[in-house]
DNA sequence: CCAGTGCGGAGCGACTTGCTCCGCACGATG
DNA sequence: CATCGTGCGGAGCAAGTCGCTCCGCACTGG
């Protein structure tokens, strides 16, 4: 029983479409919550709302899938992070890489699934391996005492959702969009700098224009 | 023509009922953006929609209603915070005070409606005594100084939607919700201490608990 | 040309929406 | 106690949105 030849040719273009469904999926749950709609999700990645339910048993599904993927990349973060040679450095990366991520919170659909047993079992480990990396910063000095990993989940998480970013982007305009996320590529390294023990970095990029502010609700 | 003493009688009501209302709306629109419904308003307020409808001429009205009145408390707190006699103390107070107000980001249902014109006026000139404060923060040595008035608007829109305060006050367990308000402080005196140019206050608040970030999507 | 595959989106029933309207509870008046 | 004015709750309506199904079509390799 081989794949044809037909088949193979079209895997690439499933992938792609595949691919675009997930990163539009996760910008529309992280935009519009429990109400992001499968309609504005298809439309969204450029699919047909057809090809979203040939792959994906449903919204709950799709969502689950997202959440399986989160917990993937949260795991493989962790442990980059945890390689780093100066566990400080690392939980810096760590954190700005996740707030990039754009998973946003997807807390609030937790109660449209549950997590399949072995995500969970990875899940913990990373949080295990997390909470190591956070020791290590408190012992090497880098990260300031009164810190928990706690802490710097929530932290994380209230980065990860930004009106600023998500709004913009629906203004579907690439340079006001590439500003945003400098901006909040500031706001993460305030933050960063709020999380160390001493000395901070310069603020990277060039400080944001007020147009973020008011772009967003002009007609 | 005077009022009746039934009239009078009732007012008290009345205004309770309004005030409820208005808290109930920020909260709501807050958590479910542009989706948010009147007949959640109503309930979460604890009146019928007839009520909501008798004082508001619909979803955009009441809308707007809480946008002036956003407005007016950031002048006050604007003009509050610039008589503090130490800049950076004021500007930090102000930050606390603007991300407790619970607002969240209202900038996305700005679609619905515009704002008067001379609560517009007043939002400009909040806005300059706001670059003022700044600007003394600056010069008192106070605020490191790569930090421009707008990192600081976004870093209070940014703060203000807090998926974890607004997610758990759905609970209605009110020990939690304390918990998680104070989870928050936390999470704004980082992100002072990333914006203070030299030695930080500690963290205020017991350090969070680890159900804060679960209680919320388990059964 | 054909056959196979994956595609878009019109359309279905179910549900939610913003909003209207009416019967009723309440407290003051006489 | 009966009356009356006032503001209340929420059933119910039309319009719209929802998740989802299904079918005709475009494209590809032989």
Redesign the interface.
């Known amino acids: 029983m081989g794949i044809s030849r037909q088949q193979q040719a079209r895997q690439a273009e499933v992938a792609r479409n595949d691919e675009a469904l997930l990163r539009a999926a996760r910008r529309v749950f992280a935009r ?2 429990v ?1 992001a709609s499968v309609n504005a999700i298809a439309e969204a990645a450029g699919v047909g709302v057809g090809t979203l339910y040939r792959r994906y048993n449903g919204k709950a599904a799709l969502y689950e899938r997202l959440l399986v993927l989160a917990n993937q990349q949260w795991s493989v973060a962790v442990r980059t992070a945890a390689d780093h040679p100066d566990p400080w450095q690392g939980l810096q990366g760590l954190v700005v890489e996740s707030v990039e991520y754009g998973q ?2 997807l ?5 449209l699934t549950s997590l399949p047993p072995q995500t969970a079992a990875l899940a913990d480990a990373a949080d295990r391996d997390f909470e190591a990396l956070v020791d290590r910063a408190h012992e090497s000095g880098g990260l ?1 005492r ?3 990993a ?2 710097i ?3 994380i ?3 990860g ?4 970013v998500e ?1 913009i982007q629906e203004l579907d305009d690439a340079e006001l969009t590439a500003e945003a996320r400098a ?2 590529r ?2 993460i ?7 160390a023990a001493a000395p ?1 970095a ?2 990277p990029d060039p ?4 147009r ?2 008011t772009a ?4």
Chains 1, 2 share one sequence.
Do not use: C
Not at 107 to 111: N, V
Not at 161 to 164: I, M
Not at 189 to 195: D, M, N, V
Not at 207 to 210: D, R
């Open positions: 519009d919550g109400h946003g919170t807390a609030p659909l937790g109660k300031r009164d810190v928990t706690t802490d989940l929530l932290l998480e209230q980065l959702l930004s009106p600023l709004q901006a909040r500031r706001l390294a305030i933050a960063l700098g709020g999380l901070r310069d603020l400080a944001p224009a007020l973020l502010l967003r609700w002009q007609t």
